[in-house]
């Protein structure tokens, strides 16, 4: 035998426990006459039962006692790492930031400015612009012309 | 003059009811919000007033899932020490007048807390509490005891099999205690989803005993 489908909801409140006044006794009432629906009440009110867990043993409860202490000591250590690990980190960025001012001027000097670049790559352009112009037969015969030991014509 | 012990009573409990009414004028109770505003303002007695009001619920939540009573003690601790640290960090984001929902936010850690301790320990499968024997109600008979402590069993590792939102609402309405509206602030959402959630979860828990009775009765 089921459950009415009308009361399903209020079933559910009831073994959570959260029915009004009003409610509960309207589903008692109906639970009076309804087989299925006791059942099915009794079923919910055990399922939850069932899930519970057992009482606090006297042990834990004794354990328990010490919480508030241990956890502000266990705060306060927190506090102390935490302000240990604030010092070290300033401390690091304090070093490097020195380390980055005394670097500075030197990497400063090595970096190549936009002009200087200018400068480095006018003479390459310059020997490649000239390296283009050369003409290797022409040297070659001028050469052999003015020098009139290999062609002899 | 005869002695009247009836009206001594009155008196005698009019004056306790007097004697409590003084206390309570003398020191009213501060909220969590208040208490934790204290702590963090440098009051160290409003730390050990938060923790003791808490404790045993919060506790009661995280056991579920620490099978080890030191486990959940020391989840109990951490999940106090993240709220108030949690706390702190809401007050120097949002200025001093920014609300500390201390009891939500506690809860909510603590779930987090426990659920991560049993997927990192992977103790899904352990039976999370021993005294199987003392959680049900007085048994009539040897057998119904038993018969009461495997069905038990079976329930709690349902419990821990439950979908998240179910299991969380489930856990905090049965060991915390806690209403359906503190449960629904604690997990962020309305005090309805939170019973339509306990709904569910008590719906696929009497599931799962009623197939285990059908097993039963097939063998």
Redesign the interface.
């Known amino acids: 035998m089921s459950a009415c489908s009308d009361f399903e909801r209020l079933l559910l409140e009831r073994a959570s426990d959260t029915l009004t006044p009003e409610q509960s006794a309207r589903l008692e009432k109906h639970l009076a006459i309804c087989a299925g629906c006791a059942a099915e009440a009794r079923a919910l009110v055990e399922t939850v039962a069932l899930a519970k867990l057992p009482p606090l043993t006297p042990k834990e409860r004794i354990s328990l006692q010490g919480m508030p202490l241990s956890a502000l000591a266990a705060w306060h250590r927190a506090e102390r790492r935490n302000r240990l690990f604030r010092r070290a980190g300033l401390g690091i960025a304090a070093a490097a930031a020195v380390a980055l001012v005394s670097v500075l001027p030197t990497l400063k000097r090595n970096v190549p400015t936009k002009n200087s670049a200018v400068q480095v790559e006018d003479p390459t352009l310059a020997a490649l612009e000239s390296w283009g112009a050369e003409d290797p037969i022409a040297d070659s015969l001028a050469d052999s012309i003015l020098g009139g030991d290999v062609l002899d014509e | 003059m005869p002695f009247d012990a009836k009206a001594e009573q009155s008196v005698d409990s009019r004056l306790r009811r007097a004697l409590r009414l003084v206390e309570m004028v003398a020191e009213p109770e501060l909220d969590d919000d208040e208490l934790c505003r204290a702590f963090l303002a440098g009051d160290?007695s409003a730390?050990?007033d938060l923790?003791?009001r808490h404790?045993?619920r919060v506790?009661?939540v995280v056991?579920?899932y620490a099978p080890d009573?030191e486990d959940a003690?020391d989840l109990?601790?951490r999940s106090?020490?993240r709220a108030?640290q949690a706390a702190r960090r809401a007050l120097s984001r949002f200025g001093p007048t920014h609300s500390i929902p201390f009891q939500a936010w506690l809860f909510r850690i603590a779930v987090n807390l426990g659920k991560n301790h049993a997927r990192q320990e992977r103790r899904w499968k352990r039976a999370?509490?021993v005294?199987?024997e003392?959680?049900?109600?007085p048994q009539t008979s040897a057998l119904d005891a038993l018969v009461?402590a495997e069905?038990?069993k079976?329930?709690?590792k349902?419990?821990l099999k439950l979908p998240r939102r179910q299991r969380e609402v489930?856990t905090l309405?049965?060991?915390a205690e806690l209403s359906?509206g503190e449960v629904g602030s604690a997990l962020g959402m309305s005090e309805n989803s939170a019973?339509v959630h306990?709904?569910y979860a008590?719906?696929r828990?009497?599931l799962v005993?009623?197939e285990r009775g059908d097993k039963e009765e097939e063998s």
């Open positions: 160290e730390f050990g923790v003791r404790q045993v506790y009661s056991r579920r009573s003690r109990t601790q106090f020490l108030f999370p509490i005294d199987v003392l959680s049900g109600p009461w069905a038990s079976l329930v709690r349902a419990v489930f309405r049965v060991d359906f019973k306990f709904h008590v719906k828990l009497r005993l009623a």
